[in-house]
């Protein structure tokens, strides 16, 4: 005898089911959301965070109190109109290193520049970097990937043996190397963490394309008749979009450091950069430590943001992570 609420649940589910694919993308992605809000806490924060950081340095040159190389100044403490010294000479003296005020929320830096507009801007600086850097690895990096892990062969070897010999070579002095090759600039910057990241993430992808070539969907397309490079990209590519997408968030960060550090050693982009503000409040530390420590809070919490965010998306986007956490 047929279970009538049983059946009368499943129908219902299956109607429920029916229902929420009829529902506009923006509903099911607003719905996607709120259930990662729900799981991913951690994930959640990243994501905030980043998209904090991303409006910060998007509408940041438009709503800066003041230019990035304004330069302030204060009563001098020491003036004497009768004095011979040349400290004293002057009735206002540079606003170097001082502390924060109603006009200066983060105080000033030791040109006498305000270090909030400095950080600000620093933010859309860093942001182009990791995000150009990022894209154009993963771009280039899926390229490779895809094509050395779909045909194989004698071509799989040769790429594949360049890559590790990529690879091999020390991160530091590749990239170093890189930016001394020409004038230190945007451009240059983000070329070279793109050449520095593309071997990487081509490896990933080459494996994820390795575990999807040979499934019956492929061989299906093969049989019918469609051209290797239409396989790749109607087919292929659209299965491996997950790591694409962890690939891409988690090198965020990694390319934001890296700016920084190259900021910090006075190879990076002139400019604003939190890297270099770093550097130079190191001088500093033991009489003025807001410098630096502002400027690399900055940085720590941003790469923190993106690892968690790309950590986070990994773990829904991989079913053998799902419930491990």
Do not use: C
């Amino acid at each position: 005898m047929t279970d009538q609420p049983a059946v009368s649940e499943a129908l219902q589910s299956v109607a429920i089911g029916a229902y929420s694919l009829d529902r506009p993308r923006w509903v099911r992605a607003l719905r996607w959301l709120g259930r990662f809000y729900r799981t991913k806490r951690a994930g959640a924060a990243g994501l905030t965070v980043t998209v904090a950081i991303i409006v910060i340095g998007i509408i940041g040159p438009s709503v800066v109190p003041y230019g990035k190389d304004d330069v302030f100044s204060q009563p001098n403490p020491k003036y004497d109109i009768n004095s011979f010294e040349p400290d004293a000479l002057s009735t206002t003296i540079f606003a170097r290193l001082s502390g924060p005020s109603r006009d200066h929320p983060f105080g000033t830096d030791d040109k006498g520049r305000d270090l909030f507009t400095r950080i600000i801007l620093g933010a859309r600086l860093s942001l182009q970097v990791g995000l150009a850097a990022s894209a154009l690895a993963t771009i280039f990096g899926a390229i490779i990937g895809l094509t050395s892990g779909y045909f194989g062969g004698v071509f799989d070897l040769v790429v594949q043996r360049i890559v590790d010999a990529m690879i091999a070579i020390p991160s530091l002095v590749l990239l170093l190397l890189l930016v001394q090759v020409a004038e230190p600039s945007l451009k240059i910057t983000i070329l070279a963490l793109t050449v520095l990241g593309t071997f990487g993430a081509s490896r990933v992808i080459r494996a994820a394309t390795l575990s999807v070539r040979n499934d019956m969907y492929i061989e299906a397309a093969r049989v019918v008749g469609a051209t290797p490079f239409r396989i790749i990209f109607r087919h292929v590519l659209p299965n491996i979009t997950a790591p694409i997408i962890i690939i891409f968030t988690i090198s965020i960060g990694g390319n934001i450091l890296a700016e920084s550090g190259l900021a910090f050693l006075n190879l990076g982009v002139q400019g604003p950069s939190w890297g270099a503000m770093v550097n130079t409040g190191r001088q500093f530390l033991d009489s003025k430590p807001a410098m630096s420590l502002i400027s690399g809070g900055a940085i720590t919490v941003t790469v923190l943001a993106f690892n968690l965010l790309g950590d986070a998306l990994r773990d829904v986007f991989d079913p053998r992570q799902r419930g491990t956490k």
